[in-house]
């Protein structure tokens, strides 16, 4: 049985403070514990709950296509603080959900200040919580202290717990062309769980090999955050576009080495390949292998699209490289976010592989509801993995292949794949639609059930 003291969410975040605020929608009570501005991050600028630090964004609205908008409207069903915030607070700007920066978090701090069951506590938790701390959500971000992080490092393992995200773009695997690409491992070999035949292979030739090499060298670039800007390259996670520069043939003797296989439309074996690797345990996400880049979002669509088989590529996430605090979640955590080398942490937000606002609050919010229903010693399931909360989180605690597990957003990729109806498959154009339909279906039987679980 377990003691009734106070749950305590170690991070102000959107995930920390949406995890605190579904504890106390429980019943629970809840310590939040906020660093700022006792001690400050080179990121923020106020002291302010749920500081915006990045973009005012929570990006595309539209509950009915998109990924993003389905998590919106997910959340706000399921009572989000972050949501009501954000709606209260919203800006024109679309289709998307732009917020006003300072009166968000003000919103949120306010509410969360005027929450009987919630003290905040404005001091820095160094290092590892107490042990008399039963119940812990580590909600830091991705600028987590030095001190806890190390305390992370020591449980998990310093090689499960990262200060650098490498992101490779990922594309949908049905938006490959497959009379260009063939699927192939080098040399045909078996590993674990494969058939020999576990890559896609997209060739090019010599003249279309020196295009994309000279676009990848000419393509406009990010640049580091001042608070990134001490941070290395290393070697074994370089952009692509700085391997280019290196020397025109360094890609061909790296990641589009062509050597040990062979294009079966011809019989033989191209100038260079760009390889793609499974994602996702349901085969419908891949990442090309190697691609870590620096370059902008808009550069990236147009460069990687001229890559033989890529020309109508649909990417569930494009690249990156920055600092970055994560774990290796499908590795670390159960299926309720706890760490499963000491059960009484779990983990939120960003520091779970998650990728943007939204994604992690909604860790946070599961978080919240699963430390909750443990506190008052009830089953909570998680949700459906057709719902994009069950989704995000069967990604991160088992769905993503933990030796290259690297930060993601929500998008359909991570969703089960619908069943034909009456015999036929649905037709493309109309997948979103009916997953989101799907979705808000099954959330709400999850929602209900586990509501009445609860009373």
């Known amino acids: 049985m377990h003691t009734r003291g106070p749950i305590h969410i170690i991070g102000g975040g959107l995930a920390g403070s949406e995890a605190a605020w579904q504890i106390a929608r429980a019943g629970v009570p809840a310590i939040l514990h906020e660093m700022r501005p006792a001690r400050g991050t080179d990121a923020h600028q106020t002291d302010g709950l749920a500081e915006l630090v990045c973009s005012n964004s929570f ?9 993003v908008g389905l998590l919106h409207e997910e959340m706000r069903r399921l009572d989000s603080l972050i949501m009501a915030a954000g709606d209260a607070n919203r800006l024109p700007a679309g289709g998307a959900l732009a917020v006003d920066r300072d009166g968000f978090s003000r919103d949120v701090t306010t509410r969360l200040e005027a929450e009987p069951l919630i003290e905040i506590q404005r001091a820095e938790v160094a290092g590892l919580p107490p042990a008399d ?6 909600a830091t971000g991705p600028l987590t202290s030095p001190a806890l992080a190390a305390a992370i490092s020591d449980l998990s393992g310093s090689e499960q717990l990262a200060f ?4 490779a773009p990922i594309v949908y695997k049905d938006s490959v062309n497959m009379d260009v690409a063939w699927l192939q491992s080098r040399y045909d070999k078996v590993g674990p769980g494969g058939t ?22 000419a393509g406009e670039k990010t640049e580091f955050k001042d608070w990134e800007s001490n941070t290395p390259y ?4 370089l952009p692509i576009e700085v391997m280019a520069e290196r020397g025109p043939e360094t890609l061909r003797f790296g990641p589009m080495k062509p050597v040990g296989l062979t294009n079966p439309r011809t019989g033989q074996r191209a100038h260079a390949v760009v390889q793609l690797r499974q994602d996702n345990a349901l085969g419908t996400l891949y990442n090309l292998v190697g691609f870590q880049t620096k370059l902008k979002h ?3 669509a147009r460069i990687f699209r001229a890559i033989p088989g890529l020309e109508n590529a649909e990417f569930a996430r494009l ?3 920055h600092r970055n605090t994560f774990i290796n979640a499908p590795e670390l955590l159960d299926g309720s976010l706890r760490l499963k080398a000491m059960p009484r942490l779990r983990f939120a937000g960003q520091i779970t592989g998650v990728e943007g606002y939204i994604e992690s609050a909604a860790i946070g919010l599961l978080a919240g509801r699963f430390a909750a229903a443990e506190r008052q010693d009830r089953p909570l399931p998680a949700p459906p993995p057709t719902t994009a909360h069950g989704a995000l989180l069967g990604h991160i605690t088992g769905g993503a292949d933990s030796a290259t597990f690297q930060p993601m957003n929500v998008n359909f990729g991570l969703f089960p794949p619908l069943e034909p109806v009456a015999g036929r498959k649905i037709k493309r154009k109309e997948r979103k639609p009916a997953m989101a339909a ?18």
């Open 196 to 217: 020999g035949a576990d890559y896609i292979n997209c060739p090019m030739d010599a003249d279309q090999y020196d295009a994309f090499i000279a676009a990848l060298i």
């Open 234 to 237: 290393f070697e074994g996670c």
């Open 59 to 67: 990006r595309s609205d539209d509950a009915a296509n998109n990924a």
């Open 298 to 300: 808009g550069e990236q």
């Open 164 to 167: 650098f995200d490498a992101i």
């Open 133 to 138: 701390w039963d119940s812990v959500i580590v």
């Open 438 to 455: 799907r979705a808000l279906a099954d959330l709400q039987s999850w929602a209900t059930s586990t509501s009445q679980a609860a009373a």
């Open 319 to 321: 690249g990156g490289l």
